[in-house]
């Protein structure tokens, strides 16, 4: 059906839209480098937060920052940060080991520190109800 269908033979190159979307992000970062600056800044401060309070967060330099948490524990964590207005991915087996899920957070330029902050004091409360810290 692929290789004979009008409408999905093209499908593998990039829509209209989608490239429009990606050279409207690169003319924002040509104008205003500094958000690259402050992205990277906003990730180390709540990657280094987060270890700080005994999360079990791998290395990295990236704006995506893993918690790795018991299977578990790792729902009642999701829905204690939902109920707390935090919207963060969970990964549950078979997308992870056995026994353990990972908490994905996603930090942007436009977070404020007030922004971090909370989500860092939540996490430091929730950590500590749920036994995890």
Same mark, same amino acid.
């Given at each position: 059906?692929? !290789? !004979?269908?009008?409408?999905?033979?093209?499908?593998?190159s $990039?829509? $209209?839209?989608?490239?429009a979307? %990606? @050279?409207?992000a690169?003319?924002?970062?040509i104008?205003?480098?500094? &958000?690259?600056?402050? &992205?990277?800044?906003? %990730?180390?401060?709540?990657?280094?937060?987060?270890?700080?309070?005994? =999360?079990? /967060?791998?290395q990295g330099? +990236?704006?995506?920052?893993?918690?790795?948490i018991?299977?578990?524990?790792? @729902?009642e964590?999701?829905?204690?940060?939902?109920?707390?207005?935090? =919207?963060?991915?969970? =990964?549950?087996p078979?997308? +992870? $080991?056995? *026994?353990?899920?990972?908490i994905?957070?996603?930090?942007?330029?436009? !977070?404020e520190q007030? !922004?971090?902050?909370?989500?860092i004091?939540?996490?430091?409360? /929730?950590?500590?109800?749920? *036994?995890?810290?």
């Open positions: 059906m692929k !290789h !004979h269908s009008p409408s999905l033979i093209f499908s593998a $990039p829509s $209209p839209s989608s490239t979307s %990606a @050279m409207a690169l003319e924002i970062l104008e205003q480098p500094e &958000l690259v600056t402050k &992205l990277n800044s906003n %990730a180390a401060y709540l990657r280094t937060n987060l270890i700080r309070l005994g =999360f079990n /967060v791998p330099e +990236t704006a995506i920052i893993p918690i790795a018991d299977e578990k524990i790792g @729902m964590m999701w829905q204690e940060l939902y109920d707390r207005n935090i =919207f963060v991915n969970i =990964f549950i078979p997308a +992870t $080991p056995t *026994g353990t899920c990972i994905r957070n996603s930090v942007m330029a436009t !977070h007030n !922004h971090l902050d909370y989500l004091e939540t996490y430091e409360y /929730v950590g500590r109800k749920l *036994g995890v810290i």
